[in-house]
């Protein structure tokens, strides 16, 4: 798998935008950038994924570059519980024979989010 | 109602003593993964697997573990004989049309 790499650690203001960066220069055509986050010692929690096109769900929005070597999660309205550690995956995913076969996550340090009132 | 159950939430053992972690999906899957976490530590994969079969597993995976799926409903990761760095969070995943979907985790405390 492609490695991340993310910023050490992130200030947010309370109601304000939280860009989070990742670089994934190396990625390869058929790999998705998932963003996970991880509050204390609570299971990681799914956030969003995309592959080239940008996505936007009821927690997130993902900017892809368009040359797919960077990407931005955007948490649009920061509230103190969003304060977390913020991991930034590339995913191997291949056809198979019935459906898609995904490669497992590799988490590696992320991005330590801290929202401030 | 959550996804993926895990139990115990905290599990308190003797060094050398065998213990089974539990993980409990709401429906049935065939795919499923287990990774630790080392206190202060990133998250590690250990194993993934796959109708009956290991298809994946990390070098910490070694003949001390081992994964089952006793029956249709829940899966375990047994540590046959537990050394002291083998606390950890444990977390098991299964996937939801891509994404993994984790558990809330084990606590496991070797004494």
């Known amino acids: 798998d492609a490695k991340t790499t993310q910023p050490t650690s992130m200030d947010c203001a309370e109601g304000r935008a939280a860009n989070l960066p990742c670089n994934h220069s190396?990625?390869?055509?058929?790999?998705?950038v998932y963003w996970y986050r991880q509050i204390h010692s609570q299971g990681p929690q799914y956030i969003i994924h995309?592959?080239?096109n940008n996505e936007t769900n009821e927690m997130a929005s993902l900017i892809i570059t368009e040359d797919r070597k960077s990407s931005t999660l955007i948490l649009p309205h920061a509230t103190l519980r969003d304060t977390a550690v913020y991991y930034c995956i590339v995913r191997v995913a291949s056809a198979i024979a019935g459906g898609t076969s995904y490669g497992k996550l590799t988490f590696g340090q992320g991005t330590i989010l801290t929202v401030h009132p | 109602e959550p996804e993926v159950t895990q139990t115990p939430s905290h599990q308190v053992t003797q060094m050398g003593q065998e213990v089974i972690l539990r993980c409990v999906p709401i429906s049935n899957h065939l795919y499923f993964y287990w990774y630790r976490q080392i206190l202060g530590q990133k998250v590690e994969f250990l194993v993934s697997f796959y109708n009956n079969e290991i298809s994946e597993k990390s070098e910490i995976f070694d003949d001390q573990f081992s994964v089952e799926r006793p029956d249709g409903s829940n899966f375990t990761l047994k540590i046959r004989s537990t050394k002291l760095e083998d606390s950890a969070m444990y977390f098991c995943a299964i996937p939801r049309r891509g994404p993994l979907i984790f558990g809330p985790g084990t606590r496991l405390t070797v004494l």
């Open positions: 190396t990625i390869s055509g058929n790999e998705y």
């Open positions: 995309g592959l080239k």
